[in-house]
């Protein structure tokens, strides 16, 4: 399950613009990829100083700069004075609380973004940060961990038959958030199939794990929801806020991302509407079984109560007691019980309760 | 009942504007009809090889191609290549995920719009999609599946005395849609037949059968009105995107068909509300109901639980006990049961509890 | 009760704007009612032939024509063509389930909103559709029964003291409207009289009568709400739609039918909010109840299920069991019975039991 | 608690505009003060014949009008031909059901505003509607009953010190709506308290005399909230509606008491998050009881009615019993029944039963 | 908890404008420090007569006058008149139930937010109010009481390396709201662990605990989310209102701290949809509970009643019994009940009771 809210406090107090990564610490290390295309070449290299990569804007060919980790804040800082990044931007970069948005920096647009993973072990869904920074001629990305989100894209451009090779930085932008947004497909495809898979056996057999599940389902969808949310505004504002940076070819992609979300967003509605349904229709089943159960108690209890009342008053010792003395007082006495039991059973036989 | 999610997830990792179709796969052979008709003439054939309808524009009849199975996308890229239309928007005519929409092509209009059928056999709601492209002189329509949606329309044509053999591709695409709209009307009829149905026997006697269908109709109403909310923008914009393929003639019949969706809307969240109430009342019958059991194992269990122990005091060995003795103990016995008997009937009566 | 959904799905599949009746069959003949007043004259006749009523524009008096039924569609076809109405709004009148709506004809303006009526005898609410056609001098109103909603107005025309005779037909069109408004009020009033007798009864003895009311209450609302709903809108948009129709001086009547139709939603929404309460309070007063009858239960159970086992103890036949020797035996046996009763009670009534 | 209805119906089918009070019918005599200051001077007397006030703006002192009891049209009436005030306003003066509002009536601004009184003995609340027709150099107020709301009002003119002596007319509109607001936040700190009251005990002891408080504090914030929440609208409409009457030294204070009915409408929605929690909340402990009492009756019935059983089997009559001649029979069975006991009570503290 | 409802009553019936402190009394003394930086130099000053400040204008270092306690309105009052503000404003910095806001007075700006703490002790939340007067080389701050909230702010000031001693006073003021908004984090954080540990219980074990800190989230997030959630647009508004006194280049802090707000809300919101699930699987528990208990009392009551009863018949006294007379009668007797025993077991076994 997600941890509600990750932030440490150890924040409060320092001076706005200070650099703190304020994540959960890894011990990896952070890796800077630098991926280099044009439609002739492509290359691929692992940077080990930040600093070799600027001034970043000499070549045409375009660079994608992949930074994975950000527990050392040093990196982030040497970008940002290359770039002449304010520091409350980095600061922001730093901050896995952000919530997606898109600012436009005087030469560069700075975007966040949400991507979902789910563990493939635990079922747990993790919400990572990428945020970017989107220049003329190059893209950097920032991600917490390597999950293997780039893995595809990198495929498609190194493979170089893809329209990519021939477009700017703005159409390599676009594709990282299109991956980005094809992954919440994929991951809410999965959650989909978990609530059907509840959902078929909640009717059935409602037991403690429907609940469970229900509730991961209902707390994951609130986390998911208010992660992808705000993306929708984000890709409606790129247009405006970066509108030097994104020709206007690239429009129509932005414009078909946009309808994706939007898509995202009914689908996730959706699911929670589904899932509060499942939660009415679960608690009424549990009515219903405890329904059953006391129906079961009653029937025992109403019938043989006063069956074994009637067999209590022929077991006193009363010194004159007509009954006991009959020759066919055993019999009689059967014949009671049974006259009682049989029309009980059809009593309730009535009642609808078997 | 619905499937919540249908996009298979082989389309992720895929290049945008890659044509796969990602709904289910059918056996059936990809149809192409071409209804070509004027004020004089009307012919219907079945098209084996798309190319052959291009140019579309070189005759001043209407046409409308109606292409019925989308697991084909050759004949999809086929169309997109005569009429030049962006790979995006082909991408978008084979997922089934869409939202309704409207764009402007330049020089013809797209539209997706959602119709929906229910399986006569199982009672099963299927929400399909209709694409159309729209343009001077032709309408294209896209479906997953023949359902017949089209018959009374096509029959109308043929038909020719009717106001549509002397009107353009704009009056064939509100029939089209207008068929569509009517539709909804027929099966939301159906489902509020169901709904009526339900409701008649929810608070007489509520069963578990009952609990599935209200979840059934929750469900299925989450999911139209999901497909059907957005059609009201859509019809809303039609005009706005598309001015010049439709003629102001046709303004009316566009806002009657908005009025409709209105109603449509209307009457889905009507639907919904009585729902939401049948749900209500079916927990309060529950709870009813296992009141009365209660009430009925304790009006047993209460008179009958103190009368045992009468009578398993005169069941009891003690060598002295004074009672035992008496000619009249036996009877005096029975005086007290009985007396106690009618005192707790009238005092559950006097708590109305049967 | 409503029924759910009026519209016979027959209409399915014709072309727009054939005119069917989709209502219920009425055995009723079609009534058609010519009024005709000015400040010094008012006639009142019964027509045969709808055709002899136009041009209705000939004369400077204002006309009336109120038609009773919709089940002819010949008659409104006639008046659609003398007026030169387009057949889509012809087609609006004899569909009940139209939403309220205004809308701008070209020299007359058409109207359509909902009245509501309670049968007397079942408590039965139904709502009908008033649809109006206003012209420079006529008025023509349609509805589908004769309810005696207009008498009051009638009565006030005829009477001729009122400020009507000397206004023009917007004027009448406003008090026809008026006078719908008006039977909300009393309609409202009768509904929130029946919620206060509910609410009384609800605390108090819950029952599944009141479970019933609850459900037939919301119901109404539901239902009502949707109807009256979108009336606001028309109203505001009187004024801007029929800008050459209604004189200035009307407009002040137009704007406290606006607050009125305020006051009537502000009252449906107070009733919703209070008839969801009473369904939480009855909700818990269900609750509690079972509460009632789970602690009588149990503390006669707890009570008595141990005496029965001391009791059945000493009514064991060991050959050896000392106490059923003793002399005082007997009453000891009643002492710890006594004993254990009492600190029951005493235990249950700390409990705040009984 | 309030009637949810106070338009008596007998107002149904009158002409619009004709003045019938539609209030309570009340026995006492319709009062009317006219209070008259200026700098230097201050007069207070009770105005028999309305007449004899008009012409009203022929000195320069301000007049303020007090008109108490609606139950007799003819003195309203006569105020509005004095002034020259169209019907239908004057029937909104009678007419408690009105929504608060604000209109322009060409030289003076009508108001219409809502106070709350909680009836010292009852608890009750009352909603009185009070109007204003405010002027140039005049402010005439309408309510329907006295009580002492104005009071303090009145005392600080008198007092003389105030800033009020040397202020216009607007000013005093301004100091009445503000002691009818300020009003609200005592009347609402009452509320307030009961509420708190209510949730202290509500966890501890949940009766049915909380579920009571819980749906009148419901039933009152559904009522108090209809009728403050369309005055924010009102006081922002003030400054736009009543340009030339309202000074611009007015408008700060019209702000602030804009800030105030947002803090009052704050206060309300807190109050009604909170009774809608404690109503959860009740629910849960009702069935925190609920399952308390079951538990009892499940330990008390599990352990000992298969004690009884194997009392029973012993008070068998068979001939052939062994145990029953064994000499420690007796004591074994005895040990039987407590190892059950001790066993029983220890499965039941590990399940936290008790 | 907090209380609902701070302001004392002795507030209603005051003129508009007169100087009360509403708010708790304290024993307190009122303290006035005075802190007064420039690039070079840093001053920390006690100050007894607020007069001593005046005229405030006539240096070019900062000056932050800092006010804690508000239960002496003189202090409040002579800075009021040093600075000549309108005694409405003067009122809302002594009134703790201001909404936060924004306004301009002519020359400074006056800004309320809220502050929350969270007593250590108790565990118990406050929301405190600050108020600010911005003015172009001052800002003077009030607060009901020292929680030190400002001492990090102090020391950095002091500590003269940060950015903020060569900044203006919009800084100042900035800096003293992202202190109070970072401190939201802080305790939100807080209550986000308190969450997460009831969280863990909740489905395990729920009792009553569970439902007092349920009730308290409920609580506590309504009242925080009131406190902050305008406070979101007090920002959005600062830069519009204060265009003279806040700086260009302070324009990206204040919209960072919007940004920072917007997270707040998105966490708050957060919190309360998850704990309204919380809400809903702790009655979900308590019924599987409830479920259990009956399920444990059914199985028992079921076996060992039928069994009784088979006991109770042996103990009959009837002179002819034949089965008394068997020799294998009694172990007859054991085959019977070992038999029911487990035929009941199986079948409970099957209807997974246990």
Chains 1, 2, 3, 4, 5 share one sequence.
């Not at 003395?325 to 009535?350: D, Q």
């Amino acid at each position: 399950m997600f941890r509600l809210f990750k932030r440490s406090s150890s924040k409060a107090g320092l001076s706005p613009g200070s650099l703190t990564y304020v994540g959960d610490k890894h011990e990896e290390k952070l890796e800077v990829e630098l991926i280099r295309y044009s439609t002739e070449e492509y290359t691929e290299e692992s940077i080990e100083n930040i600093d070799d990569v600027f001034p970043i804007e000499n070549t045409p060919s375009i660079k994608w700069i992949n930074v994975v980790g950000l527990h050392d804040p040093s990196t982030i800082e040497a970008i940002g004075k290359n770039l002449d990044i304010h520091s409350l931007v980095l600061e922001d970069i730093l901050n896995p609380l952000q919530r997606p948005k898109v600012e436009d920096l005087d030469g560069c647009l700075f975007l966040i973004i949400k991507s979902i993973h789910s563990e493939e072990s635990t079922g747990e869904y993790n919400i990572d940060q990428v945020s970017l920074l989107i220049g003329v001629n190059f893209v950097i990305s920032f991600q917490e961990k390597n999950r293997g989100l780039f893995d595809d894209l990198k495929r498609r451009i190194k493979n170089g038959k893809e329209r990519i090779r021939n477009r700017g930085a703005d159409y390599l932008a676009y594709s990282i958030m299109d991956i980005i947004v094809d992954n919440y497909f994929t991951e809410l495809e999965k959650l989909g199939n978990q609530i059907e898979e509840v959902e078929d056996t909640i009717i059935k057999s409602p037991g403690t794990e429907s609940l469970d599940s229900i509730y991961k389902f209902k707390r994951e969808l609130i986390l998911i929801r208010k992660s992808i949310f705000p993306v929708r505004n984000v890709i409606h504002r790129i247009d405006r806020v970066g509108g030097d940076l994104f020709q206007e070819s690239t429009d129509i992609y932005l414009s078909d991302l946009s309808d994706h979300i939007l898509q995202i967003i009914d689908i996730i509605d959706t699911f929670r509407d589904i899932v509060a349904s499942m939660m009415d229709i679960y608690l009424s089943s549990v009515s219903n079984r405890m329904n059953e159960v006391m129906k079961t108690l009653t029937i025992f209890a109403s019938i043989f109560i006063p069956l074994t009342f009637i067999a209590g008053i022929y077991g006193m010792n009363f010194d004159y007691m007509p009954e006991l003395k009959w020759h066919w007082g055993y019999f009689g006495f059967w014949g009671v019980v049974l006259t009682l039991l049989v029309s009980m059973l059809i009593y309730f036989k009535k009642k609808k309760w078997f």
